[in-house]
Each structure stands twice: as C-alpha cells, then as structure tokens.
C-alpha cells in the first residue's frame, strides 16, 4: 500500500493569513500519528515567484518527516523555485524531475507557460515523459503537474486550463503503470478521470473558487484549507480522501 498527501496552491507571500493556513497544513501534515509515503505538492507554491517567499516554503517543507516531491505552478517563477527549492541552477528548458518513494515513480511535470497562466506540457516534457513510464516497468506512476487537462465546468479556470490534452492522453495511452494524474490549479477538490485514468484535483490552501450554480462569487476564502490523501491499495486500486485543516 501507497500513501500519498496532496497539497497544491499555496501561494506563499500573498498574506500573513495564506501563509497561517500554509503552516497549519504543513503542521497537520507532520503530526500524523502514522507516516505517509510521500508529499506531492502540484505548484503555485509561492505567489510572486519572489526568492523570499521560497525561502519561507522551503522552511515549511524541511519541517515535514517525508519525502516532498514539487512541481512549479503558473504563480512560481522557474528560476528562483528551482534555486529556491531544488538547489539548483535556474534552468535553460522546462523543469520536469522523476522521483521515487514506496516503489512507486512520481514523474512530476512542468505544465507553466511563461507568462502566461494557462498551461501545457512542451514536446521535451511529453518526450521526458514518455521516457520515465517506460523506465519504470511494474512500478506504479504518479503523474504529477499544475494545470489539468479537462474542463471542470468553472469557466474562470476552464479559460487557463491545460491546452494539448490530446497529446498527453496518446503518451499515457502507451502505458499501463500510470496509477493516477494529480493536478491542482483549480483551488477546488475535484474527481474525474483522462486517458482511462483517475485525475484528482487537490483542493487549494488558500481559497476555494466558487462554481456557477453556488453563485456569482469567484472566491470564497471563508473555507478552512484542505488537503487530499491518495491510498493505493495492493490490488492498484486507488481511493482518495480530502481533508480540511480547521
């Protein structure tokens, strides 16, 4: 059995109350009384891209007794997320990194578009791509990134969703290891699935964004921040579970 925690939009730097809901997140996270197998976190993890609010996350993520495994939003700016936060030199193409926990693979995608805050997976990435679902055999994947690739009926996010899904769906179609997408972007807790697998929609930290038929609103911060558990089973049946953190 595989446990993952899903947390994404963050936004660190915006306000005193993202980052207070930021660190209640992150302290529930380190209390569990039992481990989990690794943190996803699918991007917009700063607000402004600012090498500060990095700073301040990479703090966040050091307190946790896990292994953390990051992917870059539209709100990150490439080059001080990866010196931020991966301690490495600012990148020269997309910042597409595999990593592993429990055996299973994390291939954790860079779905941004420089400026702009849609988002699509670059040929190199899909090629990358493509190139870790074959290396990993048997092993279980979790394909992670930002934005996703379906319509989820809220306009404001349907208009910056990930463009291309098409060509994502033909790489995933190749293989049969892949367990589940996880994606955030859309600052709420949402099921579906694509290419024949589950896509799951981690909640956001900071806020929720209202659907059509709840009312007029776009954003509601009254929520408390939430979080989602991914269980992968032995039989490789995946069962999720959102969590609020009050």
């Not at 595989?2 to 529930?28: K, L, M, P, Q, Y």
């Not at 659907?211 to 049946?237: K, S």
Request: a negative charge.
């Amino acid at each position: 059995m595989i446990t993952v925690a899903h947390v994404s939009d963050v936004h660190i730097g915006t306000s005193e109350r993202n980052e207070h809901r930021a660190r209640r997140v992150f302290a529930h996270l380190a209390r569990l009384p039992r481990p989990v197998d690794a943190v996803v976190v699918t991007g917009d993890i700063a607000d402004h891209g600012a090498p500060e609010e990095y700073d301040r996350a990479r703090a966040l993520i050091a307190a946790l007794p896990y292994p953390v495994f990051t992917c870059p939003g539209n709100h990150d700016e490439l080059g001080a997320y990866v010196k931020g936060l991966l301690g490495e030199e600012p990148p020269q193409g997309p910042v597409n990194r595999v990593r592993t926990a429990a055996g299973a693979v994390f291939a954790m995608c860079d779905s941004t578009v420089p400026g702009r805050p849609g988002g699509y997976l670059a040929d190199p990435t899909l090629q990358w791509l493509d190139a870790v679902l074959a290396d990993a055999g048997d092993a279980p994947v979790f394909v992670c990134f930002h934005h996703p690739p379906v319509v989820i009926h809220a306009p404001y996010l349907d208009e910056m969703r990930q463009s291309g899904g098409e060509r994502l769906a033909a790489v995933l179609d190749r293989h049969r290891n892949v367990a589940a997408v996880l994606t955030g972007h859309a600052h709420t807790p949402a099921a579906t699935t694509f290419a024949g697998r589950p896509l799951l929609i981690a909640p956001s930290v900071i806020s929720t964004v209202t659907l059509p038929w709840e009312g007029d609103g776009l954003i509601d911060n009254e929520p408390p921040a939430a979080l989602a558990f991914h269980v992968l089973d032995d039989e490789r049946r995946l069962i999720t579970h959102f969590r609020v953190v009050a």
